[in-house]
């Protein structure tokens, strides 16, 4: 099986190589691995410092990690951070990051490479971020008896470690090189007892500490607030056109309600599609600044970078995506206590369905769903206030995740 998987690997760097002869995603990966060898020894240099290594597949798994990256950097600084990416869209847009002292791409998993690459870094732990589980990278750690910990990882039953097939107990043997997972849930930990193994502690997703985090830091907009007044806002963030489509449909319609839009695609055609659209007054975040936006029922946010901090402005969210691949980040909206409502495809998402099942969130299919949700979430009762108290109880719980795993991790190598 291990040639099997070799195999594998060796044809994946060969179809991503010839895929970056048209592709800039791919063209990326490739040459930003080039020559990695020598900058890895350049960057290290020969003062050997003792080096921890947390590895991320790409953006969403470095926020993840990044509440224990900062945590491990602040309470132990003698030691030096490397983090490195898989995707060139984690790496590109992570690659200045000041909380590590090097941050590359990893190299493909061969056996050479893996091999290499402790070899010169020699790290003293390893941390890989939720899905990362990489044969040759782990058995080199495992025969260096380097410690190697799983953070934020979730399992689910349909994944390869547990069936039984050829492939599936190969496979689950790489979990042997493990030290220790963190696990995100009772349904995980409960997965990995199934198959014999008990190195777990159920820790929580360390994303709640990152949006706490956030919320915290959260930018002010003095616009905005003018904007909101005394009224019920909406906030729509990362939608795409499905989603657009069924709120923009509820905005011509209604009353007394103020929304902001954040699509995410803000390319001028798109939000140009979305102006055409409405019917309602409505003004750009661009062009805002300095108008008298208390009359105007809509703010089109077209700019990137700044939707975290607008949900602090909100009374409810929708959360886009959910008539597509999956839903984006619905923590970012409920750490500010604002009941979430998405889209039918968020099953995959364990923080939605929990919301959900706790009465924080709400998941809609169709036009009649929405506007059912909205006009309970807006109208007289209890209802927003009780989603919005879910919302409260549900982040305050699980807050602390960095923090248990830092504390176990480094009490036990004392």
Same mark, same amino acid.
């Given at each position: 099986?291990? +040639? ?136 080199? +750690? ?188 619905? +923590? ?44 309970? +979430? ?37």
């Amino acid at each position: 099986m291990a +040639l099997i998987y070799n195999l594998v690997i060796f044809f994946y760097g060969l179809a991503v190589r010839i895929a970056a002869l048209f592709n800039d995603k791919a063209k990326f990966f490739v040459t930003g691995r080039k020559h990695w060898q020598q900058k890895l020894k350049d960057a290290t240099g020969e003062e050997r410092n003792p080096y921890i290594w947390f590895h991320c597949a790409s953006l969403g798994e470095f926020e993840q990690g990044r509440p224990v990256i900062e945590a491990v950097k602040k309470q132990y600084p003698a030691y030096k951070i490397i983090l490195t990416f898989f995707s060139p869209s984690g790496y590109e847009i992570r690659k200045n990051y000041e909380g590590a002292d090097i941050v590359c791409y990893l190299p493909l998993d061969t056996k050479k490479n893996a091999n290499t690459f402790l070899d010169i870094v020699q790290p003293q732990k390893a941390f890989f971020v939720k899905y990362e589980f990489w044969y040759n990278y782990i058995s080199g +750690l495992k025969k260096r008896h380097i410690p190697l910990y799983i953070i934020s990882v979730i399992f689910r039953k349909e994944q390869l470690f547990f069936q039984n097939t050829p492939g599936g107990k190969w496979y689950r043997k790489i979990l042997a090189g493990v030290t220790h997972f963190f696990v995100q849930n009772e349904k995980s930990a409960a997965l990995l007892n199934s198959i014999g193994i008990a190195n777990y502690s159920i820790a929580g997703d360390t994303r709640f500490d990152r949006v706490a985090e956030i919320a915290r830091g959260a930018r002010s907009f003095e616009m905005v607030e003018r904007f909101k007044g005394n009224d019920v806002t909406l906030i729509a963030g990362s939608t795409w056109k499905p989603d657009e489509e069924l709120l923009i449909d509820f905005i011509n319609k209604s009353s007394g309600i103020k929304f902001i839009i954040a699509p995410h695609e803000v390319k001028t055609a798109n939000i140009n599609r979305i102006c055409q659209a409405l019917e309602k007054n409505f003004v750009l975040f661009s062009k805002a600044q300095h108008e008298p936006v208390e009359n105007v029922d809509v703010l089109i946010i077209d700019s990137i970078g700044i939707l975290s901090s607008l949900y602090q402005y909100g009374d409810m969210a929708y959360i886009g995506g959910g008539f597509g691949v999956g839903i984006h980040n619905t +923590l970012e909206a409920a750490t500010f206590k604002l009941p979430v409502i998405f889209g039918p495809n968020y099953l995959k998402f364990n923080e939605a369905v929990e919301l959900v099942e706790q009465g924080g969130a709400f998941s809609v299919d169709n036009q009649d769903a929405l506007n059912a949700v909205l006009n309970r +979430l807006v109208g007289g009762g209890d209802v927003r206030k009780k989603a919005s108290e879910a919302c409260k109880k549900y982040v305050d719980k699980n807050v602390g995740a960095a923090k248990l795993i830092v504390e176990k991790i480094f009490s036990e190598s004392k």
